[in-house]
């Protein structure tokens, strides 16, 4: 199950607090509110304090709006990694596409 609450602080930013785990139909919840967010023109902010897990397909999915226009903060060693490793993976592909 995952939580998404969400703050405005009264410019255009808007703050997503994610609670639990970025798995299964969560991953399409998650994507739905942060595209519906970043149509509005706001800029997006995902708070992954209190994520204990993310799945390859929610993976992905923060991958795809971090290298967007949403910003991903205080995410665990362990998603970090994950990150770094996605990142890792892509180079590789693009370096093998050349």
């Known amino acids: 199950m995952l939580r998404i609450e ?3 602080n ?3 930013d808007l703050e ?8 299964g139909p969560w991953v399409a ?3 739905r509110v942060c595209e ?3 149509a509005q023109g706001s800029r997006l902010v995902l708070d992954l304090a209190r994520v204990s897990f993310v799945s390859r397909e929610g993976l992905l999915l923060l991958a795809r709006l971090r290298d ?3 910003c991903l903060v205080n995410y665990s060693t362990f998603v970090a990694e994950q990150l ?3 990142d890792a993976a892509e180079r590789r592909e693009s370096a093998n596409e050349d």
Do not use: I, M, R
């Open 84 to 86: 770094k490793a996605h």
């Open 68 to 70: 967007g226009d949403a």
């Open 29 to 31: 919840e998650l994507e």
């Open 10 to 12: 009264g410019s255009d």
């Open 6 to 8: 969400s703050t405005a």
């Open 16 to 23: 997503l607090y994610l609670e639990g785990q970025v798995v």
């Open 36 to 38: 519906d967010a970043l």
